[in-house]
């Protein structure tokens, strides 16, 4: 059935539907509205909903919430971002399965409380001391707002990871046309219980560095102790290098070892096509448009859309980088930050940014002009 | 490129310019307007968190203020205005620091730096303008919501007491904490000068009508803090150094009633009027116990400020 729904309506919708049973969040522009929708989807008592006194009692809520075996969320733009910070690295620290929306909108600070920007791309990376790695999934309209809810769900239940789900002003609140029957989806996926078989050995204990550890909630009927200090598999304090070295690389290698697991991409190749445009977030419909356009005037061009930011979606980026690529063009709606975190892998091969951060959208009309002008690089 | 020279531009006497994008009705405009009456030509800076107070400070060119303004992130008014007044003070500068804050930025958010600002006596003024709901986002509670109330976030009436934000201030034992209304001007302009002519940490509430959350009409919103006042739900006080106590109105026998039924924000079913009139009589005990106990006579001297 075809709705009509904001981004931020379609995150709730998908969040329930992916098992959420608990959200914390303090109000903000544009992600209020995630707020309220889960007052009113919550109101029959399947899930708690608390509006806190702000955005580090939002999430440490989720956070205890997700310890104690709930799916949570919480929901802000980047002002709560930053005040997110030291507890997304707890949830690092403690691998708690938790999803946070940010609706960005322009920074840095208040910015443009009402003016869009996606400048959180790599914040949302780098969002925490140390530099270990998060899933940072970004979605284009409702629709992708629904189908990457869902996933960011399933990748913090298995990986025991927090994850973020950037959206942005145009994103959260823009009314689309969805029908969300037709969005194929993921099977919703739950943490591995401690209890499922033997061999059980404490709440962080691995085998591998990349192996995820079972899930026993903190309270239940094994002691679980839960510490944003370096501890060891008990989840007990150690000065043991060994043990430390141990965690720390798991705490990288859980994300980076799966990187292509992780890859959500739409590509859109001409094998044939010179020129290949690059895009995620809000800048993906005017990219749609352009495309549609310079193909009806027998021009040759690809597209490729990335859904999943961090980890660095590299396989489906070389794979859309066939051999007749000359030119790569990507629009952001920030100062050209994820271009920057993609030269490497593209290098040789230069990148054209049409960066736009004064609050306004990229037409088609300027991806067309810069696609017909002659490379820079 | 010029540009042409707008009202923004000019000097301007007033802290609030006219042009201003505030709604109707709105209580904080009206007592930022009986603010400057009662600072009686000092030019205060001025430190305000995210909230519409900030709002008001516009968009090129209805810049709302005729005075330096901070704005701060929503969680540090108070630890911003301590900075300025800091250094204001080593500069040996006379002219006050104010917070000017909502209920969110002061209730919740930014009740640490508040606390620890009044712990340490600093010299600033805050000055919180309570409209008991998050405006400026789309009207969700806050911890200053009264119980029973529709929010957004509380469509069904909202469950929980509405913090004593006063309590809590005078706790800290700071110089002076008052109560304002817009609807007793010499009661609010004396309060103001007796905050501007106190050293240290002053804490003043404002009851402030927001039309737009409370339901209610705009040319009412006088008229409901009045029915506030009478009917005893706002009482207006003074405390100073957090021990001596003074009545200034004392409740006439007002229905609750005439408050309360000129605001949508109060038609949920919940609403027990009964029990929100024993609260407000609750309330009165004990302030009048204070009052009896811990008089406030004679002048009022405020505790210094003291630096280490």
């Known amino acids: ?377 | 490129m010029s540009i042409a020279l707008t009202t923004a531009d000019q000097p301007c006497e007033h802290i609030l310019r006219a042009g201003n994008t505030n709604c109707a009705g709105c209580g904080m405009s009206l007592g930022l307007q009986l603010l400057e009456q009662g600072l009686d030509g000092a030019r205060p800076t001025l430190a305000i968190p995210a909230c519409c107070g900030i709002v008001t400070a516009g968009a090129f060119p209805t810049s709302g203020y005729g005075v330096p303004v901070a704005a701060t992130t929503f969680a540090s008014s108070a630890a911003v205005a301590t900075g300025l007044s800091t250094i204001a003070e080593l500069n040996e500068e006379t002219e006050p620091v104010i917070c000017w804050a909502g209920d969110g930025g002061t209730y919740d958010i930014g009740l640490a730096t508040l606390s620890a600002a009044a712990e340490r006596n600093e010299n600033i003024i805050y000055i919180c303008y309570d409209n008991e709901i998050y405006g400026n986002t789309g009207g969700q509670r806050s911890s200053a919501t009264p119980e029973g109330v529709r929010t957004t976030t509380t469509p069904k009436g909202k469950c929980e007491v509405k913090k004593d934000i006063m309590r809590i201030m005078t706790a800290h034992r700071i110089p002076y904490a008052a109560t304002l209304s817009i609807a007793h001007r010499e009661d609010f302009l004396q309060k103001i000068r007796t905050a501007a002519a106190t050293r240290g940490f002053r804490f003043l509430l404002l009851l402030s009508p927001c039309p737009t959350g409370w339901k209610s009409e705009p040319d009412e919103s006088v008229d409901l803090i009045e029915y506030a006042v009478r009917c005893g739900l706002f009482p207006l006080y003074e405390v100073f150094d957090g021990e001596r106590y003074r009545v200034n109105v004392r409740p006439d026998g007002t229905p609750l009633e005439e408050y309360t039924s000129r605001q949508r924000r109060y038609t949920s079913a919940d609403v027990d009027l009964g029990h929100l009139q024993s609260e407000i009589l609750k309330q009165w005990r004990l302030l009048d116990g204070l009052c009896n106990a811990f008089p406030a006579e004679g002048k009022m001297a405020g505790r210094a400020p003291k630096r280490n």
Request: hydrophobic share 45%; proline share 5%; charged share 25%.
């Open chain 1, 1 to 377: 059935m075809r709705e009509f729904m904001t981004g931020n309506q379609a995150v709730v919708r998908a969040a329930i539907r992916a098992g959420c049973n608990y959200f914390a969040g303090y109000p903000i522009t544009p992600a209020s509205s995630i707020l309220t929708e889960f007052v009113k989807a919550f109101a029959d008592g399947r899930g708690t909903i608390v509006q806190t006194e702000d955005e580090i009692a939002a999430i440490g809520q989720c956070i205890g919430a997700a310890m104690a075996g709930a799916k949570a969320l919480t929901a802000s733009s980047g002002p709560g971002l930053s005040l997110y910070s030291e507890n997304i690295g707890l949830a690092q620290m403690a691998e708690t399965p938790l999803v946070i929306v940010d609706c960005q909108r322009m920074g840095p600070s208040t910015g443009g409380a009402t003016a869009t920007g996606e400048g959180d791309v790599m914040f949302a990376r780098f969002v925490s001391g140390g530099g270990y790695p998060l899933p940072v999934l970004a979605a284009c309209d409702a629709a992708t707002a629904y189908r990457l809810t869902i996933d960011a769900f399933n990748i913090a239940e298995r990986f025991r990871t927090p994850v973020i789900l950037l959206s942005s002003k145009d994103v959260a609140l823009t009314r689309q046309t969805v029908d969300l029957g037709a969005i194929e989806l993921p099977e919703v996926a739950d943490r591995s219980p401690h209890d499922d078989g033997d061999g059980w050995r404490g709440p962080y204990a691995v085998d591998q560095p990349a192996d995820i550890p079972r899930f026993a909630p903190i309270g239940g009927d094994t002691l679980v102790r839960v510490t944003g200090s370096i501890h060891d598999e008990r989840g007990v304090l150690t000065n043991d290098r060994a043990k430390i070295q141990a965690k720390l690389t798991h705490l990288f290698e859980k994300i980076e070892s799966r990187a292509e697991e992780l890859e959500r991409f739409d590509a859109d190749i001409d094998p044939i096509a010179e020129t290949l445009i690059i895009c995620y977030g809000g800048a993906d419909g005017a990219v749609r448009e352009a495309v549609a356009t310079m193909r009806e005037r027998g021009e040759a061009i690809s597209r490729l859309t990335l859904y999943t930011l961090w980890p660095i979606a590299a396989r489906a980026i070389r794979d859309a980088v066939t051999w007749r690529v000359r030119r790569v063009i990507m629009p952001e709606l920030n100062i050209g930050l994820y271009a920057d975190a993609l030269r490497p892998i593209l290098a040789p091969l230069a990148i054209e940014s049409i960066r736009r951060y004064d609050g306004g959208l990229i037409s088609p009309e300027t991806i067309c002009e810069q696609a017909g002008n002659e490379a820079i690089a």
